[in-house]
């Protein structure tokens, strides 16, 4: 599925494509509550990061999540980059070196209407804000951390892998 995608202000617009384009998974950890701001939680999708193309590209400006080790306490940079528009904050996708095959768009900053997903993951609901309210359907799965199942897992056992290439 072709995703597209821009920013609030409208200065940074951007496409690719996405075999796993169902909002399923919703984020609860701290780096996405505070960077994205959204319920407590934000919500990635999967795309192929060879097919990005960016018009704005000079408003956006890249973050690395500073990570505190719960052993030792010493904080160091995230690898992953979290880019967003300069112009107005919009949290737009992250990026990860590990994984330099995939990219992961926001769900709130793409502007193509996405499936609804029948299930919901609710993942790293041990850093959960004590304020936000978890409103589960009634096959939703919860992690304390991170599920086993990858995004595209998920699309596979629920039949939902895109075929419109």
Avoid at 20 to 37: D, E, Q, V
Avoid at 56 to 68: D, K, N, P, Q, S
Avoid at 107 to 133: C, F, G, N
Wanted: one cysteine or more; hydrophobic letters at 35%.
């Amino acid at each position: 599925m072709l995703l597209e995608g821009s920013c609030q202000c409208g200065a940074v617009r951007f496409s690719l494509r996405s075999a796993h384009p169902y909002p399923f998974n919703l984020c609860y950890c701290s780096i996405c509550r505070k960077t994205a701001g959204g319920g407590g939680y934000a919500i990635n999708l999967s795309g192929e990061s060879d097919t990005l193309d960016v018009k704005g590209r000079e408003h956006i400006t890249v973050y690395h999540a500073r990570l505190r080790d719960p052993v030792t306490g010493e904080v160091k940079e995230s690898t992953g980059e979290r880019s967003f528009c300069s112009v107005c904050g919009s949290m737009l996708w992250v990026w990860a070196p590990e994984w330099p095959e995939l990219i992961h768009p926001f769900a709130s900053a793409i502007d193509t209407p996405l499936p609804v997903p029948p299930e919901r993951t609710h993942l790293m609901l041990a850093s959960k804000a004590p304020w936000v309210t978890v409103r589960p359907d009634p096959r939703d799965k919860f992690f304390d951390g991170y599920p086993d199942e990858s995004i595209a897992a998920w699309h596979q056992r629920l039949g939902l892998e895109d075929s419109d290439d």
